[in-house]
Protein backbone atom coordinates (compact mmCIF):
# COMPACT_ATOMS: atom_id res chain seq x y z
CA UNK A 1 0.00 0.00 0.00
CA UNK A 2 1.07 3.70 -0.79
CA UNK A 3 2.06 5.64 2.32
CA UNK A 4 1.31 9.35 2.18
CA UNK A 5 3.12 11.68 4.50
CA UNK A 6 1.94 15.49 4.67
CA UNK A 7 4.63 17.70 6.84
CA UNK A 8 3.70 19.67 9.00
CA UNK A 9 0.83 18.57 10.79
CA UNK A 10 0.13 21.93 12.43
CA UNK A 11 0.83 25.09 10.94
CA UNK A 12 0.00 28.52 12.35
CA UNK A 13 0.04 31.58 9.98
CA UNK A 14 -0.89 35.11 9.87
CA UNK A 15 -3.09 36.40 6.80
CA UNK A 16 -0.91 37.51 3.93
CA UNK A 17 1.65 34.69 4.70
CA UNK A 18 2.78 32.59 2.26
CA UNK A 19 1.91 28.84 3.03
CA UNK A 20 3.61 25.66 1.87
CA UNK A 21 2.15 21.99 2.84
CA UNK A 22 4.54 19.10 1.77
CA UNK A 23 3.43 15.31 1.02
CA UNK A 24 5.96 12.43 0.46
CA UNK A 25 4.94 9.07 -1.29
CA UNK A 26 6.25 5.94 -0.42
CA UNK A 27 6.39 5.16 -3.71
CA UNK A 28 6.46 6.64 -7.24
CA UNK A 29 2.83 8.08 -7.98
CA UNK A 30 3.63 9.60 -10.83
CA UNK A 31 1.83 13.38 -11.14
CA UNK A 32 -1.48 11.03 -9.46
CA UNK A 33 -1.32 13.53 -6.42
CA UNK A 34 -4.50 15.33 -5.83
CA UNK A 35 -4.73 18.23 -2.79
CA UNK A 36 -8.27 19.13 -0.48
CA UNK A 37 -8.95 21.68 1.79
CA UNK A 38 -12.28 20.82 4.32
CA UNK A 39 -13.27 23.07 6.58
CA UNK A 40 -15.09 21.94 10.05
CA UNK A 41 -18.77 20.24 9.49
CA UNK A 42 -17.92 20.39 5.55
CA UNK A 43 -17.17 18.33 3.06
CA UNK A 44 -13.57 18.17 1.40
CA UNK A 45 -13.31 20.45 -1.72
CA UNK A 46 -11.10 19.85 -4.60
CA UNK A 47 -8.34 22.20 -4.76
CA UNK A 48 -5.65 20.90 -6.98
CA UNK A 49 -5.22 17.89 -9.20
CA UNK A 50 -2.75 15.58 -11.41
CA UNK A 51 -0.10 17.51 -8.89
CA UNK A 52 -0.40 20.97 -10.41
CA UNK A 53 -3.63 21.80 -12.07
CA UNK A 54 -5.74 24.25 -10.46
CA UNK A 55 -9.20 22.69 -10.37
CA UNK A 56 -11.95 25.06 -11.80
CA UNK A 57 -13.27 28.15 -9.56
CA UNK A 58 -10.17 28.23 -6.98
CA UNK A 59 -8.46 31.08 -6.45
CA UNK A 60 -5.10 31.55 -8.12
CA UNK A 61 -3.14 32.14 -4.91
CA UNK A 62 -3.62 28.50 -4.35
CA UNK A 63 -0.49 26.62 -7.18
CA UNK A 64 0.54 22.38 -6.40
CA UNK A 65 4.07 21.39 -8.03
CA UNK A 66 5.74 18.06 -7.79
CA UNK A 67 6.09 14.60 -9.21
CA UNK A 68 7.14 10.96 -8.12
CA UNK A 69 7.31 11.17 -4.08
CA UNK A 70 7.72 14.50 -3.04
CA UNK A 71 4.91 17.61 -3.43
CA UNK A 72 4.06 20.53 -2.29
CA UNK A 73 0.70 22.57 -1.92
CA UNK A 74 1.52 26.40 -1.87
CA UNK A 75 -0.88 29.54 -0.66
CA UNK A 76 0.69 32.44 -1.95
CA UNK A 77 -0.79 35.18 0.04
CA UNK A 78 -2.78 33.53 3.27
CA UNK A 79 -6.86 34.40 3.15
CA UNK A 80 -9.29 34.44 6.59
CA UNK A 81 -11.75 31.81 4.11
CA UNK A 82 -8.01 29.50 4.30
CA UNK A 83 -7.87 28.54 7.56
CA UNK A 84 -8.99 25.04 7.31
CA UNK A 85 -7.59 21.41 7.29
CA UNK A 86 -5.24 20.17 4.03
CA UNK A 87 -5.01 16.89 2.90
CA UNK A 88 -3.15 15.19 -0.04
CA UNK A 89 -4.74 12.38 -2.29
CA UNK A 90 -2.74 9.05 -4.34
CA UNK A 91 -4.59 7.19 -6.62
CA UNK A 92 -2.57 5.12 -9.25
CA UNK A 93 -3.76 3.43 -12.33
CA UNK A 94 -4.05 0.04 -10.98
CA UNK A 95 -5.16 -1.37 -8.88
CA UNK A 96 -6.98 1.87 -8.09
CA UNK A 97 -7.11 2.13 -4.60
CA UNK A 98 -6.83 5.34 -3.12
CA UNK A 99 -5.29 6.80 0.09
CA UNK A 100 -5.03 10.00 1.74
CA UNK A 101 -2.19 11.89 3.35
CA UNK A 102 -2.92 12.93 7.60
CA UNK A 103 -3.93 16.10 7.12
CA UNK A 104 -2.23 19.74 7.78
CA UNK A 105 -4.24 21.92 9.67
CA UNK A 106 -4.12 25.48 8.99
CA UNK A 107 -4.51 28.00 11.73
CA UNK A 108 -4.60 31.47 12.92
CA UNK A 109 -1.45 32.72 14.53
CA UNK B 1 -26.24 21.46 -10.85
CA UNK B 2 -24.33 18.40 -10.51
CA UNK B 3 -24.81 16.75 -6.90
CA UNK B 4 -24.76 13.91 -4.84
CA UNK B 5 -27.01 13.15 -1.47
CA UNK B 6 -26.48 10.19 1.18
CA UNK B 7 -28.94 8.90 2.81
CA UNK B 8 -28.99 5.87 5.38
CA UNK B 9 -26.73 6.68 8.17
CA UNK B 10 -27.85 5.82 11.79
CA UNK B 11 -27.22 4.40 14.84
CA UNK B 12 -26.23 0.68 14.75
CA UNK B 13 -25.40 -1.93 16.70
CA UNK B 14 -21.71 -3.66 16.97
CA UNK B 15 -22.19 -6.70 14.37
CA UNK B 16 -25.35 -5.08 12.67
CA UNK B 17 -25.54 -4.31 9.13
CA UNK B 18 -26.59 -0.83 7.36
CA UNK B 19 -27.35 0.34 3.64
CA UNK B 20 -26.16 3.34 2.55
CA UNK B 21 -27.10 5.10 -0.82
CA UNK B 22 -25.98 8.25 -2.72
CA UNK B 23 -28.41 10.20 -5.73
CA UNK B 24 -26.13 11.51 -8.44
CA UNK B 25 -27.73 14.44 -10.06
CA UNK B 26 -26.72 16.90 -12.68
CA UNK B 27 -24.47 14.61 -14.45
CA UNK B 28 -24.32 11.44 -16.73
CA UNK B 29 -23.48 9.18 -13.66
CA UNK B 30 -22.96 5.43 -15.47
CA UNK B 31 -19.62 7.49 -16.83
CA UNK B 32 -18.04 7.94 -13.92
CA UNK B 33 -15.77 5.38 -11.51
CA UNK B 34 -17.56 6.41 -8.07
CA UNK B 35 -16.09 5.92 -4.32
CA UNK B 36 -17.06 5.67 -0.52
CA UNK B 37 -14.80 7.63 1.54
CA UNK B 38 -14.85 8.25 5.73
CA UNK B 39 -13.54 10.23 8.24
CA UNK B 40 -14.14 8.72 12.10
CA UNK B 41 -14.80 11.82 14.59
CA UNK B 42 -12.30 14.33 14.64
CA UNK B 43 -9.75 12.28 12.26
CA UNK B 44 -8.56 11.96 9.08
CA UNK B 45 -10.18 11.35 5.66
CA UNK B 46 -9.91 7.13 4.27
CA UNK B 47 -10.57 6.08 1.50
CA UNK B 48 -13.09 3.40 1.55
CA UNK B 49 -14.07 1.66 -1.78
CA UNK B 50 -14.31 1.89 -5.38
CA UNK B 51 -16.20 0.71 -8.15
CA UNK B 52 -15.93 0.77 -12.35
CA UNK B 53 -18.47 2.21 -14.58
CA UNK B 54 -20.25 -0.77 -15.35
CA UNK B 55 -19.81 -2.08 -11.85
CA UNK B 56 -17.88 -4.50 -12.96
CA UNK B 57 -14.74 -3.90 -10.91
CA UNK B 58 -14.50 -2.73 -7.56
CA UNK B 59 -11.91 -2.17 -4.66
CA UNK B 60 -11.84 -1.71 -1.25
CA UNK B 61 -9.79 -0.97 1.85
CA UNK B 62 -8.19 -3.83 3.39
CA UNK B 63 -10.07 -3.04 6.70
CA UNK B 64 -13.39 -2.96 5.20
CA UNK B 65 -12.69 -6.04 2.78
CA UNK B 66 -15.14 -9.24 2.84
CA UNK B 67 -17.54 -6.93 5.06
CA UNK B 68 -18.79 -3.34 2.96
CA UNK B 69 -20.07 -4.05 -0.63
CA UNK B 70 -19.94 -1.52 -3.33
CA UNK B 71 -22.63 -1.18 -5.99
CA UNK B 72 -24.70 1.14 -8.29
CA UNK B 73 -27.48 1.20 -10.23
CA UNK B 74 -26.72 3.41 -13.26
CA UNK B 75 -30.56 2.99 -14.17
CA UNK B 76 -31.61 4.56 -11.08
CA UNK B 77 -28.00 7.44 -10.66
CA UNK B 78 -27.02 5.50 -7.44
CA UNK B 79 -24.44 4.44 -5.14
CA UNK B 80 -25.01 1.98 -3.04
CA UNK B 81 -22.37 0.79 0.11
CA UNK B 82 -23.98 -2.21 1.74
CA UNK B 83 -21.89 -2.59 5.32
CA UNK B 84 -22.38 -5.38 7.11
CA UNK B 85 -20.55 -7.40 10.65
CA UNK B 86 -20.29 -3.44 11.71
CA UNK B 87 -17.61 -2.47 14.39
CA UNK B 88 -17.34 0.61 16.39
CA UNK B 89 -14.19 1.70 14.40
CA UNK B 90 -16.61 2.19 11.71
CA UNK B 91 -18.18 4.93 13.50
CA UNK B 92 -17.90 8.12 10.83
CA UNK B 93 -19.37 10.32 8.55
CA UNK B 94 -19.43 8.71 4.89
CA UNK B 95 -18.87 10.30 1.82
CA UNK B 96 -19.85 9.94 -1.78
CA UNK B 97 -17.76 11.00 -4.24
CA UNK B 98 -17.45 11.00 -8.03
CA UNK B 99 -14.10 10.07 -8.96
CA UNK B 100 -12.39 11.71 -12.41
CA UNK B 101 -10.28 10.64 -15.13
CA UNK B 102 -7.28 12.39 -13.51
CA UNK B 103 -7.79 10.20 -10.52
CA UNK B 104 -9.25 12.96 -7.84
CA UNK B 105 -12.06 12.95 -6.14
CA UNK B 106 -14.07 15.88 -7.72
CA UNK B 107 -17.98 15.89 -6.44
CA UNK B 108 -19.08 15.27 -2.81
CA UNK B 109 -22.27 14.93 -0.84
CA UNK B 110 -22.70 16.13 2.00
CA UNK B 111 -21.98 13.09 4.13
CA UNK B 112 -24.33 10.69 6.17
CA UNK B 113 -23.50 9.67 10.03
CA UNK B 114 -23.09 6.32 10.67
CA UNK B 115 -22.78 5.27 14.61
CA UNK B 116 -22.01 1.73 15.89
CA UNK B 117 -22.26 1.35 19.73
CA UNK B 118 -24.47 -0.69 21.59
Known amino acids: DIQLTQSPSFLSASVGDRVTITCRAS??????LAWYQQKPGKAPKLLIY???TLQSGVPSRFSGSGSGTEFTLTISSLQPEDFATYYC???????????FGQGTKVEIK | EVQLVESGGGLVQPGGSLRLSCAAS????????MSWVRQAPGKGLEWVAN????????YYVDSVEGRFTISRDNAKNSLYLQMNSLRAEDTAMYYC???????????WGQGTMVTVSS
Open chain 2, 97 to 107: ARLTVTHAFDI
Open chain 2, 26 to 33: GFTFSNYW
Open chain 2, 51 to 58: IKQDGSEN
Open chain 1, 27 to 32: QGVSNF
Open chain 1, 50 to 52: AAS
Open chain 1, 89 to 99: QQLISYPPEST
